[in-house]
């Protein structure tokens, strides 16, 4: 069984940085799309960004573009989410994900069935 756990959340300035993780237990996910949403209080869950299997292609939600990046390790069966120039409005928890139904797609958006339990993120004016 898959499970995927992130870190690397807290409360962050505005203006501030941020890095997350999300590390995979039981398969490697190297074959497979991974994926960063986040969902803030009384709002739904949002797409943050997606990567493909091999890393070379990214697609990013218009409200971090420019800001935020995603990455993966494939060795580490790791992926990240550098956060820069964070705003207030990027408070929520932020969840990682993985396409496990279609291993080497092209589809960025999803959808996603494995998700991580999440991690919190907190912006201050």
């Known amino acids: 069984q898959v499970q995927l756990v992130e870190s690397g959340g807290g409360l962050v300035q505005a203006g501030g940085s941020l890095r997350l993780s999300c590390t995979a237990s039981?398969?490697?996910?190297?074959?497979?799309?991974m994926g960063w949403f986040r969902q803030a209080p009384g709002k739904e869950r949002e797409f943050v960004a997606g990567?493909?299997?091999?890393?070379?292609?990214?697609y990013y939600g218009d409200s971090v573009k420019g800001r935020f990046t995603i990455s993966r390790d494939n060795a580490k069966n790791t992926v990240y989410l550098q956060m820069n120039s964070l705003k207030p409005e990027d408070t929520a928890v932020y969840y990682c994900?993985?396409?496990?139904?279609?291993?080497?797609?092209?589809?960025?958006?999803?959808?996603?069935?494995?998700w991580g339990q999440g991690t919190r993120v907190t912006v201050s004016s």
């Open positions: 994900a993985a396409d496990l139904r279609n291993p080497y797609s092209n589809w960025l958006t999803g959808p996603y069935d494995c």
């Open positions: 990567i493909k299997f091999s890393g070379d292609r990214t």
């Open positions: 039981g398969r490697t996910l190297s074959s497979y799309t």
